[in-house]
């Protein structure tokens, strides 16, 4: 039993799937963000992209690809990352939660 749950997860690393698991679960965090803590689309997107982004690049790595297509996600995530530090510097908050504190 030890050495098919090895096998599978070797697999699932080997594949790159283990990332689309995550990034899945990242999709499903960018809704319920949206979608039931009031979080305007481009907040969720400006927080989240960046690690998905990087991701991105771990599944590259992972399946071989070549060098260009891991920098490639890797650079794109910084200027991102920039813009949601920008967007929640000092004096600025999200976009209000529709659940109001006492």
């Not at 799937?17 to 803590?37: F, M």
């Not at 690690?51 to 794109?76: K, Q, S, Y």
Request: net charge positive; hydrophobic share 55%.
């Amino acid at each position: 039993m030890a050495g098919a749950t090895t096998g599978a997860m070797a697999w699932l690393f080997a594949s790159g799937h283990a990332v689309d698991v995550v990034l899945a679960v990242i999709a499903g965090e960018a809704a319920v963000l949206t979608r039931s803590r009031g979080w305007r689309p481009t907040d969720a997107l400006l927080r989240l992209l960046p690690g998905a982004l990087m991701l991105v690049a771990l599944r590259g790595a992972l399946t071989g690809e070549d060098w260009r297509w891991i920098a490639l996600p890797l650079l794109l995530s910084f200027p991102i990352h920039l813009a949601d530090l920008a967007s929640t510097g000092p004096g600025r908050r999200r976009a209000p939660s529709r659940i109001s504190s006492p």
